[in-house]
């Protein structure tokens, strides 16, 4: 089914950039924008599942999926055939004045394959940045509320509202203010007491269903998050009858794919419920199968009112979508529209993804993640920087405390042919395209120990190290 199916991969041929990639630099530098951030010379050719070729015929087995979007693998043969399919009959007729059926039939699905009883009803907008501004819109005029909360460490998109939203590195917001007002800030909490895959006392959930009262004291990490809202925000900045809504992501993906603790979304829930705010799960990055489910959010057992999707929607073209509880999406025609968003090309890609995904990688998705997460504990066992093992199917991280050092691991795993990227100050994440077979996650985690031990110093064998290990099911 795939291409360089007669070759091994990775196979790097050339230094790096090869030829062709250099006079590809060239001209990058002199004509696109100086704010992209790439990590390494790679010039990209074409892509087949796990692999991709560069313009100078080196194979590189692919654990970025473009950022966890190509997540029914690059040219899927399925994928492709339905964007063919569309393209001959209709490239665009916009979703805003007319109707056409990919939208729809898109529209139907997605409410149904949703998180949660109530029913839904979906925007659809080109990406996921979008998405949200739609859903920071959607929440103001549904609540008639101003307030925002969101959380440090988060990333929800570059454009203002997005960015407002955010909290992860001062480069997305250096220079750029006044931001959106009255959005407030508060700590993620993080899985750091963690051991070997099981949840000490102060992780899990307190088991006091919709708690109305937490106090300081409370040694639970859902109870310590909600009252830091409670106690600090609520009751001294903002107050939560003008709150419209609590952005979260079940999964901070930008900031270092740190997994909610258990309970903090029921949590949040009973929270929202209390005041009348609206819960928005940002699924962006965690949604369309890469944690095992549909969406993240499943996994903790919680309906939001409002998810924002995007990346993996359409296996790379570009789509994004707000999928709301029918009676929270209530505005008014023509108060938010997108001449490009719902594409009927993108949408065919859509359909075709949520089919893949429903029969066959969701799966594939939970095995994978798990022979790699048990891969990295083993490697961490020999690699003194290696520790934090995290994460939810394919949407795995691991930290190199030195950020330096992190650096040139990704760096050094580039000359050997495999793809990696950085998240959060110190870890490196693994989102390959959920169809990765079991010999490729071998093929990472052998390339990996041997890029740890020419940057580091191997330590004696012992017992695994300190690792966040999977999200129990709440």
């Known amino acids: 089914m795939w291409l360089f199916d007669d070759r091994t991969v990775p196979d790097v041929r050339t230094a790096l950039p090869g030829p062709n990639g250099a006079e590809m630099l060239t001209r990058d530098k002199l004509y696109v924008s100086p704010s992209y951030t790439p990590m390494y010379p790679l010039f990209v050719e074409r892509g087949s599942g796990a692999v991709i070729e560069d313009v100078d015929g080196n194979l590189f087995l692919d654990f970025t999926a473009g950022i966890a979007v190509t997540a029914t693998g690059h040219c899927h043969p399925e994928v492709v055939a339905a964007i063919k399919d569309q393209a001959d009959k209709l490239l665009h007729m916009s979703g805003t004045d007319f109707y056409y059926r990919p939208q729809i039939d898109l529209a139907e699905r997605l409410a149904k394959v949703a998180p949660g009883p109530t029913p839904k009803k979906v925007f659809f907008s080109n990406s996921g940045a979008e998405a949200v501004e739609g859903a920071l819109k959607l929440a103001r005029w549904h609540t008639n509320r101003n307030r925002v909360v969101a959380f440090f460490g988060a990333f929800h998109g570059r454009t203002y509202g997005a960015m407002s939203l955010s909290g992860s590195k001062l480069v997305h ?24 895959g099981q949840l000490s006392v102060k992780d899990q959930a307190c088991g006091v269903s919709g708690c109305q009262r937490i106090t300081d004291n409370c040694p639970l990490t859902p109870c310590k998050l909600i009252a830091e809202i409670e106690d600090t925000i609520f009751r001294r900045t903002c107050p939560p009858e003008e709150v419209a809504a609590i952005f979260v992501e079940p999964i901070q993906g930008e900031g270092g794919y740190h997994p909610l603790p258990q309970g903090c979304l029921t949590a949040l829930r009973a929270l929202c419920d209390k005041h009348g705010i609206l819960l928005v799960v940002d699924e962006v990055q965690s949604g369309m199968g890469r944690t095992g489910k549909m969406f993240a ?47 009927p090309v993108a949408c065919r890609a859509a359909l075709a993804t949520i089919d893949l995904l429903e029969r066959e990688y969701m799966t594939n998705a939970t095995v994978r ?76 985690l052998r390339i990996l120990d041997g890029v740890l031990g020419s940057v580091e110093p191997a330590k004696p064998i012992g017992p695994p190290a300190p690792t966040l290990g999977t999200l129990p099911v709440v």
């Open 369 to 444: 993640g798990e022979q790699l997460r048990t891969g990295l504990r083993t490697l961490a066992t020999t690699h003194t920087e290696l520790s934090g093992v995290r994460g939810l199917g394919l949407m795995t991280a691991v930290d190199l405390p030195s950020g330096t050092h992190r650096e040139k691991v990704i760096q050094e795993a580039f000359q050997r042919g495999l793809l990696l990227l950085g998240c959060g100050d110190t870890a490196i994440r693994f989102c390959p395209p959920l169809c990765i077979t079991a010999e490729q996650v071998e093929t990472c």
């Open 173 to 196: 917001r250096r220079g750029f203010s006044p931001l959106v007002p009255d959005i407030h800030h508060v700590s993620f909490p993080k899985q750091l007491s963690v051991v070997s």
């Open 297 to 343: 959010v499943e996994h903790y057992g919680v309906e939001p009112d409002i998810i924002c999707s995007a990346k993996g929607i359409a296996s790379g073209m570009p789509l994004g979508a707000i999928i709301a509880k029918a009676h929270v999406m209530d505005w008014p025609p023509g108060s938010h529209a997108s001449t490009f968003g719902g594409n």
